[in-house]
């Protein structure tokens, strides 16, 4: 499954980095590596969010670096 996260200047600004680096240790935590594929990506076209644009499968959310342990818990391993 592949979770993207915006690095698009308005994310970047909101703390892009720190999602990325939370979902990296997260997914080496529950040793996922084999069936989750974290990627950046451009402007996802949601930034009027109070986020950061993330997308897992055809879903779009928006996270706050603080809500990513929570969102990772609940809807990333919900899929798996």
């Known amino acids: 499954m592949d979770i993207l996260v915006c690095v698009g200047s308005s994310c970047h600004l909101k703390g892009s980095r720190q999602v990325i680096s939370a979902f990296t240790q997260l997914i080496k935590e529950h040793q ?16 009027s969010c109070k986020g950061i644009s993330v997308k897992v499968e055809d879903d779009f959310y928006s996270l706050i670096p603080e809500d990513v342990e929570k969102f990772f818990a609940e809807t990333v391993m919900g899929r798996l």
């Not at 996922?32 to 930034?47: A, I, N, V, W």
């Open 32 to 47: 996922l590596e084999d069936r989750l594929t974290l990627k950046g990506s451009f402007c996802m076209g949601k930034c």
